[in-house]
């Protein structure tokens, strides 16, 4: 014969037993009203450099490339804007971007990739693109510098693939929707080449 009383007293014997050794809640889950001793329960935990659930969910400002500025020809002297003399075009193809937090600011990491062509007057060495990355929070400007990039061109039959990152962007105050990111060619006033 089935003893009932017996089995339901050793389901619930069982059940205590194993509670008991799955109570150690060493991540702090059972904390669910207190995010940041949650959090810090977490991130002790983590290895160096890994990305804090906090900073998954925080805002990272996109980038935005202006019209005018995702292309670059330069032109042999005195051949401004006429297509035989092009010495080289280059063009912006992608960006991104990466968020690091800190107390009252934040940094950037802004990557560009990108391609030159070489034009009917190309040829192989060292080219400098005028980079510029600017962040601006509202109508002001919190962050602009403008690089020289160095692409070397070892062929004249293809295109050149290149890539650019600004890894030391310093942002005060924290990451909001007021806060836009350009980058794109930066030639300065126009002048006579």
Request: charged share 20%.
């Amino acid at each position: 014969m089935f003893n009932h009383r017996v089995f339901a007293g050793s389901v619930v014997a069982a059940a205590v037993l194993l509670s008991g050794c799955q109570s150690e809640d060493k991540l702090g889950a059972f904390q669910l009203g207190n995010k940041n001793a949650q959090e810090t329960a977490q991130s002790a935990e983590l290895p160096a450099g890994a990305v804090k659930e906090s900073e998954l969910r925080a805002y990272c400002p996109p980038v935005a490339l202006r019209d005018g500025t995702t292309f670059f020809r330069t032109y042999q002297k005195g051949g401004q804007d006429d297509p035989s003399k092009v010495i080289y075009q280059a063009s912006i193809t992608d960006t991104t971007r990466s968020c690091q937090y800190a107390n009252g600011s934040f940094s950037m990491n802004v990557a560009v990739a990108g391609r030159v062509v070489p034009g009917p007057v190309g040829n192989t060495g060292n080219i400098t693109m005028p980079i510029r990355v600017a962040v601006l929070r509202g109508d002001d400007v919190v962050y602009s510098k403008l690089f020289q990039h160095n692409v070397a061109i070892a062929d004249t039959a293809g295109a050149t693939q290149f890539i650019f990152n600004d890894p030391n962007i310093m942002v005060p105050g924290a990451a909001d929707r007021s806060l836009q990111v350009f980058v794109g060619f930066d030639e300065g006033p126009t002048r006579n080449r």
